[in-house]
């Protein structure tokens, strides 16, 4: 007795399969595609509408400018108190010092200090901690710049900031106030201000995007390992964002670099905000930089650094 498979060749199957491939790719890319920009719509509402009911008070590393302000701006909204450190003008200092205390009725301490140097770190901690006998409730690791082209041709002191700046001063405020609160038993959220930069290597972004992957794991790796202390740790990934950097790194392929920034100061210290406070480990601000993201992760790096290579080139 022949069964039904007798009459069907192994090419009918094939081509079967073939038809159903073809079929179903579009309708799971479809389908993905909407549950992706469905998931961030509603991301972006539940940011809007969050508003924090804990109190206390909040450390911000560079909370004077940029994104670094508008942290200050959320937890002000929030009747947090403020510890801005910052190595902004003194005059530009006290005139944010006072717009916040000004329109959101908070207690704001400003502390002068040179993160790139370990002395000033030190004085700096001693001050907050000891002195002012600040509780920290929130750390908000966000003072940073970077640096861009070939190696050889960056002077070395610059350079030599960059990394204290960005991740040996990070890892050094980390340890100051985590120490802090587990000798308090207190909790603390902490968030650091990474980079999509520090996802994939960055050429003629080397060193600072590769300072950038070093504060990424820090802060990833940290969520676990102080989460039986009652404190989170989230990395907070924007991409291209308008702020002082574009001026400070001499990036003078600026044409390039504004018209994919897409991402203002608010966008991201919303996002960074809003997912700190509910204990996330990562946090991605913007559509295009969460499918980039999603990208980054799935792509080899050698088509990564040739892309890359070719967008920070200097324009022509």
Request: charged content about 20%; hydrophobic content about 45%; overall charge positive.
């Amino acid at each position: 007795m022949q069964s039904a498979l007798d009459f069907i060749s192994w090419q009918e199957v094939i081509n079967h399969g073939k038809f159903l491939i073809f079929k179903t790719i579009p309708l799971l890319f479809a389908a993905s595609t909407i549950t992706f920009i469905t998931s961030h719509l509603i991301e972006k509402i539940r940011i809007s509408n969050f508003r924090s009911k804990r109190r206390g008070t909040a450390v911000i590393t560079g909370g004077t400018s940029g994104i670094g302000l508008e942290f200050s701006k959320l937890f002000a909204r929030d009747k947090i108190d403020l510890v801005l450190v910052s190595n902004d003008p003194k005059e530009e200092v006290e005139l944010v010092r006072k717009s916040l205390v000004e329109k959101f009725g908070v207690k704001v301490i400003c502390e002068s200090c040179n993160l790139s140097k370990n002395e000033d770190r030190l004085a700096t901690f001693d001050r907050i901690l000891n002195q002012l006998e600040v509780k920290a409730d929130y750390l908000v690791n966000n003072a940073g710049f970077g640096m861009v082209g070939e190696l050889q041709k960056l002077e070395w002191n610059q350079v030599n900031d960059m990394i204290q700046v960005n991740s040996t001063a990070v890892v050094h405020v980390a340890h100051a106030f985590v120490n802090d609160a587990i000798n308090r038993k207190s909790s603390l959220k902490m968030i650091t201000t990474s980079s999509l930069a520090g996802v994939q290597p960055n050429p003629l972004f080397n060193v600072y995007a590769s300072t950038k992957a070093f504060t990424r794991l820090f802060a990833m790796a940290s969520h676990v390992e102080l989460a039986k202390y009652n404190i989170t740790s989230t990395a907070l990934l924007p991409g291209a964002t308008l702020t002082n950097f574009v001026k400070r790194s001499k990036y003078d392929t600026i044409g390039k670099y504004t018209s994919v920034a897409k991402l203002t100061p608010e966008e991201v210290a919303a996002c960074g905000y809003y997912h700190m406070m509910n204990g996330h480990s990562v946090a991605v601000p913007g559509l295009i930089y969460k499918f980039l993201h999603f990208l980054m992760w799935i792509s080899p790096s050698d088509i990564m650094m040739n892309l890359f290579y070719n967008q920070n080139k200097p324009s022509q």
